[in-house]
């Protein structure tokens, strides 16, 4: 029979009340509370018992003092003279117990009560939850920022089109627990004018239930990115270095309070070992996908060499070729379609590029995006003629370079654009059929004739890259 045991305890640092029902629930099922923790409390076997359970805060202790302040050391002396035993100290919070069937409160002012958890949270809970928070804002504004500048490419690529809500996630369950603190403090100065303390009743299931959201996405990241169940994989290599960080930092900083480190110096070298060990883990992490693989991009088969310098090789199958349009001039070809995809929308670039030192042999480049989510056609169609803008000097337009509307019948479309630089046209067309999007350069200047066989593959075929 064992006589420790750890447990799951989903209790917040500062949720009074609650802690000291849990610690006496436990002790009545013979077990005392021996070292509390943010998930996992460890237990030791006792007598099945009812007690008395007070928990203290002590706002100028910390998590890293090499042994209990001065302060509190008077603090447990006081309690044992009426009885109270410590039974678990975690950094400015204390747990005692007692006995006795009806014994004197350690505070009985409730005043007293709300200053000192009120003086506990705002030195231990508040700087790294407004921390998180200003992190999650600025994390939203640059993404953002970055779906504004390139819509179709941040909507189309899992990494960036689901951090939105990660984050947002992220910022809603810190300020679940911000909102409950600033809603205890009312209550509880209101309460305590009546002579009466008013428990603090976290929202730590909701933030928790919100944090837990935010992981489940970032899996489905990570496996969308993979192409499959890899990305399981991926999360569990993810969350090993998280945990095993977590771990070492939290062994390292016990070890130094053993040996009686100051909280200065435990404190500078424990962030300090923090930023380094996570530096290292996103390098390792970076290397890792790079050399075997997390994405569905298109990946090379080789290289040649094109007068002097080395362009890599593809063998990917495209659903038009140069073939389909003219004469192709050249016998072997790179083809590439780099592909990315999540619920909003499917975007595959293509390409064809002749291995020869010809120069007269043209290539052929085109984009297709397939928009999923039609609320988004609109925003999409706007930002992409937005893309290419004029050259303005005191508000005079020295070079012109935007696209302007051409004949969509060739193309079989809705509407289509040419872009105009300077004083001519270029061979870039931006073509908008009902759910996809066709953006195309031509090496030369196509016929009616190309248009429309350009439009027979591409304006239904957008899946014919995948196969």
């Keep these: 029979m064992k006589d420790r045991k750890r447990q799951l305890e989903n209790l917040a640092f500062y949720d009074k009340a609650a802690i ?3 610690a006496a629930h436990m002790a009545e099922k013979g077990w005392l509370v021996e070292q509390p923790g943010p998930y996992f409390w460890k237990y030791r076997r006792i007598e099945p018992k009812r007690l008395a359970v007070n928990v203290v805060y002590f706002p100028k202790a910390s998590e890293f003092d090499p042994s209990p302040t001065e302060g509190q050391i008077q603090l447990e002396e006081l309690c044992k003279r009426d009885g109270w035993i410590l039974a678990a100290r975690w ?17 009985t002012d409730p005043v007293i009560q709300v200053e000192t958890v009120r003086a506990a949270m705002k030195k231990g809970m ?11 804002v600025m994390q939203l504004m640059m993404l953002g920022w970055q779906l504004w500048e390139s819509p179709v490419r ?48 976290g929202n730590r299931r909701l933030s928790l239930a919100l944090a837990l959201l935010a992981l489940f ?32 930092v939290i062994y390292i900083r016990e070890r130094m309070k053993k040996r009686g480190a100051s909280r200065k110096k435990n404190l500078f070298f424990t962030i300090g070992l923090t930023v380094i060990m996570s530096f290292c883990f996103v390098v390792a992490l970076t290397a890792m996908v790079s050399s075997v693989g997390i994405t569905k991009r ?3 088969v080789g290289t040649y060499d094109k007068g002097g310098w080395e362009m890599e090789v593809y063998d990917d199958p495209i659903p038009l070729e140069m073939k389909d349009l003219r004469d192709a001039g050249c016998d072997q070809w790179s083809t590439m379609a780099d592909r990315a995809e999540t619920i909003f929308l499917a975007h595959t670039e293509y390409s064809q590029q002749p291995l020869t030192t010809d120069q007269s042999v043209p290539d052929l480049r085109y984009e297709v995006t397939e928009v999923k989510a039609g609320f988004l056609y609109g925003f999409l169609k706007k930002r ?8 303005v000097t005191d508000q005079k337009v020295v070079m012109a370079y935007h696209y302007k509307p051409v004949d969509p019948a060739p193309w079989k479309a809705l509407d289509a654009y040419r872009v105009y630089w300077r004083d001519s046209y270029l061979n870039v067309y931006l073509v908008f059929y009902e759910d996809r999007i066709l953006e195309i350069r031509f090496g030369w200047e196509p016929s009616k004739w190309q248009m429309a066989a350009a439009a027979e593959k591409l304006a239904g075929k957008v899946e014919e890259g995948k196969k």
Excluded: H
């Design 91 to 107: 950094g400015q919070m204390q747990i005692f117990y007692n006995e006795q069937k009806d014994p004197v409160p350690i505070e």
């Design 154 to 201: 941040f909507l189309s690529r899992p990494a960036t089109a689901y951090m939105i809500p990660v984050w947002f996630l992220v910022l809603c369950a810190v300020l679940c627990e911000l909102w409950g603190f600033l809603a205890w403090t009312r209550r509880a100065e209101k309460a305590a004018e009546n002579g009466r303390f008013y428990g603090l009743r």
């Design 20 to 22: 000291e029902d849990r």
């Design 126 to 136: 508040l700087p790294g939850r407004l921390l998180l928070a200003g992190l999650s």
């Design 298 to 300: 298109s990946r090379p």
């Design 217 to 248: 996405l970032s899996g489905l990241i990570l496996c969308q990115m993979s192409g499959g169940p890899w990305g399981t994989a991926w999360l569990a290599v993810v969350l090993g270095g998280i945990m095993a960080m977590t771990g070492a």
């Design 384 to 391: 992409l003629l937005w893309e290419q803008q004029d050259v």
